[in-house]
């Protein structure tokens, strides 16, 4: 009976992870009704895991319940505002951490990763890079809880409608990361966090001028 009911779990967080996914990857535009029965034609699955799904991305504030259905959510100006002043300090307190917890093997993913962005020319593979950077230094900071709650607001911070365009402060991205880098190095706890910060308000400011941008 327990390897059922684990197999039942698996199988509904699997569900779960590939809606998910592809809600995150921009699949469904925002503003998209989402039904338990078009979603389980879609990934051909009964109605019951798609009904838990939706459930639990509502939950994860990736989708709102309305009278129509489960509808994919347009995130506000306010809502990006709101999201950053929680992420800032955590991920502040991250930087901090990493500098004085962060391994040799932390230093050497971090400073792959960094390399890795430098020398892609692809710049449509450059937030991922960039947001690959932003987890290792969270899992060298060693504190699960920050590095979980930072997760979940990426979540909520993704973008449904990605651009792509090259941004003329790319360049100004990557100088920040090798700087809070160079702090991790150092030991610098201080150092990393105030420059993390800064950092983090800038993208910020970035978003939120690009989405008004965008929905105005």
Do not use: C, W
């Amino acid at each position: 009976m327990n390897a059922n009911v684990f197999t039942g779990a698996t199988r509904a967080d699997a569900h779960y992870l590939r809606v998910k996914g592809d809600l995150l990857a921009g699949r469904f535009e925002p503003g998209t009704v989402l039904l338990e029965t078009t979603l389980g034609q879609l990934y051909g699955v009964s109605r019951t895991p798609m009904r838990e799904a939706l459930a639990r991305l509502a939950h994860d504030r990736l989708i709102d319940r309305t009278e129509r259905g489960y509808v994919v959510r347009e995130r506000s100006a306010e809502e990006i505002q709101a999201i950053y002043e929680a992420r800032i300090p955590l991920e502040g307190s991250a930087a901090s951490l990493a500098a004085t917890r962060r391994g040799t093997i932390d230093v050497d993913r971090l400073d792959h990763l960094l390399a890795l962005r430098r020398d892609e020319p692809d710049h449509t593979r450059h937030p991922q890079l960039n947001s690959d950077f932003h987890v290792a230094l969270r899992d060298a900071a060693r504190s699960p809880v920050i590095t979980s709650t930072l997760g979940q607001l990426d979540d909520m911070l993704t973008d449904y409608r990605p651009d792509r365009t090259p941004s003329p402060t790319t360049r100004r991205g990557l100088d920040e990361h090798l700087g809070i880098m160079a702090a991790i190095r150092d030991g610098d706890s201080a150092g990393a966090r105030t420059l993390m910060v800064s950092h983090l308000e800038r993208m910020r400011d970035m978003r939120i001028a690009a989405h008004v941008r965008r929905t105005r």
